[in-house]
């Protein structure tokens, strides 16, 4: 198999005023899990680090940052957003869900966004960020569509379409994904391990940290090298799952919120 050749990498140096940063990914909000809405806005309010990073899929989909301009969720979220980043400041990745968010969006929840991947200088280490999704290879049907859907074309396409036509593909498209995830032979494509150590060589790192899988876990690559895979959010599971990673000067560990 061949691996994924690495874009050029987008590099954030942290201040030294930075001593916390936390990552997080995959939360999925919607409006009808409002359990987990709430637990994201609890942590918000009090999380205590310097920086906030979100690896992609903060959102279950996202249909135009126009959704934000109107009365409702989209409108609530930016709000929790916007008074959340006057305290620290918060970085977004598109996922698979939300890789329609745009800077209208960003500039009105007060957040910047990052390429994907970006690599992130902090505390003598360079750490590799990254939704994953890039480097589920063997998914090849997958990243078909990956490529299709965030080719600058296809998105003016689609955003052309009136809103409420959005909302409605969201939902056919969610509904199909739902379904495809009940089929018993379904079988999910992990990050791939070769093209992983590939990008952490090409990043000068030794850590590579991501979502998208919802399998957290601390991989071995070798050579010193690792691959630290995010949770995803769901405060309705059983049992409930609401974890960040904080990077700080003893390394990365993680914290559960339930």
Known sequence: MSLQQAPAFQELVAP???????????LHLQADRPATVEAWRGYLQTTPADALFILGDLFEVWVGDDAAALPGFEAQCAALLREAATRRPIFFMHGNRDFLLGQDFASRAGITLLADPTVLAFMQQRWVLSHGDALCLEDTEYLRFREQVRS????QAVLAQPLE?????ARSVRS????????????????DNPAARDWLRQAG???????????PAVHDLGDGLQRIVLSDWDVDAHPPRAQVLCLS??????????
Do not use: C, K
Request: charged share 30%.
């Open 16 to 26: 030294e005023g930075w001593h916390t940063v936390d990552i997080i990914s995959d």
């Open 152 to 155: 600058p074309a296809w998105q």
């Open 176 to 191: 199909q994904s739902e379904a495809r995830q009940r089929e018993p032979d379904m079988v999910w494509a992990d990050v």
């Open 205 to 215: 790192s030794q850590v590579f940290i991501h979502g998208h899988t919802h399998r």
């Open 249 to 258: 000067n003893t390394g990365a560990r993680r914290v559960d919120l339930r």
């Open 165 to 169: 036509q959005r909302r409605a593909l």
